[in-house]
């Protein structure tokens, strides 16, 4: 197993759950980004830093993730190729996308995308909360806890 780490957009508090879980449990983590990510001396954290390109982060997560690897990001469309690919996705909030959510997730993003294409006015996302990075350390221990036995 192997953590990818869609980093661009990851808030500090997750970025610092992360870093702990991989040093802790010795995995292997990468974390992508189109710009220099900050990361303590661990051989066990590394970053790679991809073009401009606003699709190159994801480009090269979905060729270099594989079945039962673990994803952080969240960016919907992402996490459906990765779910396609047997690879856990799991979202800065804590969501755990599955074969079973990411249709209707995705369906969601989509709308909204429409609406705000064609000049609407949607809200953005709530403030990322203790709350939020409660339900992420949850829902990481649980998958790396899977992985683990």
Known sequence: MK????ADACPGPIKELIVRAAKRLGINTVFVANKYIG???SSY??????????????QYIIENAEPRDLVI???IPLASALVQ????????RGTLFSVDNIGERLAV????????????ITSGP????LKDRQRF?????RELTKFMK
């Open 39 to 41: 990361l303590p001396e």
């Open 3 to 6: 953590i990818w780490v869609d």
């Open 126 to 129: 709530k403030q990322f909360g």
């Open 85 to 92: 690919k047997q690879v856990i996705a799991i979202s800065p």
């Open 73 to 75: 990001t969240q960016d």
């Open 137 to 141: 350390a949850d829902t990481l221990d």
């Open 109 to 120: 993003r989509n709308l909204m995308q429409d609406i705000r294409d064609s000049g609407g």
């Open 45 to 58: 954290l590394t970053s790679v830093r991809i073009g401009v390109d606003p699709e190159a982060v994801d």
